[in-house]
């Protein structure tokens, strides 16, 4: 059974500071990764997401994550974030028939 | 394009009584999902549905909640009766095929309901 742990619930940063969000996944079968962003009142809209090739994957609103195999994780990172990037960011990890989210990690941009 | 629509965004209804979702796909889109969002939690897939066929209903309480897509186009989610617990976003989702290969999902805005 497939699995997703984002390892925090909430992350406080400031703007134009770099900001690292966390995500850990378990899965017995090879899978596909993704990060989606939720900003207030809206549905998901992907940031990235891997499905094979390089690890490095770049996504929008300069937005990027790595696929680390051996440590089961797929961090997503931005160099400087924006106030604008105030959202919920949801890591989810699928194989061929379903779709399985973590719990979420809100982002709060300080000014 | 057109991405995924849904209605009502608001509903606020109470407990015992009925309600109901509708969702459009984005056209061509085979596949449409449901999932339920309860605060500070992550989407959890209700039902799957491959063109006007439920691929996956495991997590739909059937006891209340029905789904139907009987055109294999447009969709819509029934509560009856509602209770506290259902308050949640309701997310209608799409994808050109199902999700075999890394498809990508597309959301519509959902519908957030309430129960009292």
């Known amino acids: 059974a497939q699995s997703v742990t984002q390892l925090d619930s909430q992350v406080p940063v400031f703007e134009e500071a770099p900001v690292e969000l966390r995500c850990n996944y378990s899965s017995s079968v090879s899978v596909y990764l993704f990060w989606y962003v939720q900003y207030p009142n809206q549905g998901l809209q992907l940031l990235l997401k891997y499905l094979s090739g390089s690890t490095l994957v770049k996504g929008i609103n300069g937005f990027e994550a790595e696929f680390n195999k051996s440590q089961t994780s797929f961090h997503l990172r931005k160099p400087s974030v924006h106030i604008s990037d105030t959202a919920e960011y949801f890591c989810?990890?699928?194989?061929?028939?379903?779709?399985?989210f973590g719990k979420g990690t809100r982002l709060h941009i300080l000014p | 394009e057109a991405g995924v629509a849904q209605s009502p965004r608001y509903k606020i209804i109470e407990k015992r009584q009925s309600v109901a979702f509708w969702c459009n796909p984005i056209?061509?889109?085979?596949?449409l999902y449901w999932y339920q969002q309860i605060l500070g939690q992550g989407p959890k897939l209700l039902i799957q549905?491959?063109?006007?066929?439920?691929?996956?209903d495991s997590q739909l309480p059937k006891d209340r909640f029905s789904a139907e897509r009987l055109k294999g186009v447009d969709s819509t989610l029934k509560i009856q009766p509602a209770k506290l617990e259902d308050s949640a976003v309701y997310l209608c989702?799409?994808?050109?095929f199902g999700l075999g290969g890394g498809t990508e999902a597309f959301f519509g805005q959902g519908t957030r309901l309430t129960v009292v």
């Open positions: 056209s061509g889109h085979a596949t």
């Open positions: 989810a990890v699928s194989d061929d028939d379903k779709i399985i």
């Open positions: 989702a799409s994808s050109l």
């Open positions: 549905f491959q063109n006007n066929g439920v691929v996956d």
